[in-house]
């Protein structure tokens, strides 16, 4: 079984930055790729970035390209997903999610397994 536990979310001004973390256990890491999805109440849960195996493939939905990176450590079974340049409608709970093909997904049924969240909030 894996379990995967996100970290570092919290509540920050417009314009500023986090890093937030999802640290993975159970399964080999490099084994898998890794994608961070937010959702907001009453919205789908949606894509945010992805990255493959051994990282040096990555995707982003358009409206945080150029403003947050995502990256892995696979010595430290860890993916992160810094922010920078972070707007109100970036306030989301955002998940991490593992799946087990070479490929990135941009559809949350094609992931295998989730964290149960962080909160981040964007104040103006």
């Known amino acids: 079984q894996v379990q995967l536990v996100e970290s570092g979310g919290g509540l920050v001004q417009g314009g500023g930055s986090l890093r937030i973390s999802c640290a993975a256990s159970g399964r080999t890491f490099s084994n898998y790729v890794m994608a961070w999805f937010r959702q907001t109440p009453g919205k789908e849960r949606e894509f945010v970035a992805g990255i493959t195996r051994s990282g040096s493939s990555t995707d982003y939905t358009d409206s945080v390209k150029g403003r947050f990176t995502i990256s892995r450590d696979n010595a430290k079974n860890t993916v992160y997903l810094q922010m920078n340049n972070l707007k109100r409608e970036d306030t989301a709970v955002y998940y991490c999610?593992?799946?087990?093909?070479?490929?990135?997904?941009?559809?949350?049924?094609?992931?295998?397994?989730w964290g149960q969240g962080t909160q981040v909030t964007v104040s103006s």
């Open positions: 999610a593992l799946r087990g093909t070479l490929s990135i997904s941009i559809y949350q049924r094609n992931y295998d397994y």
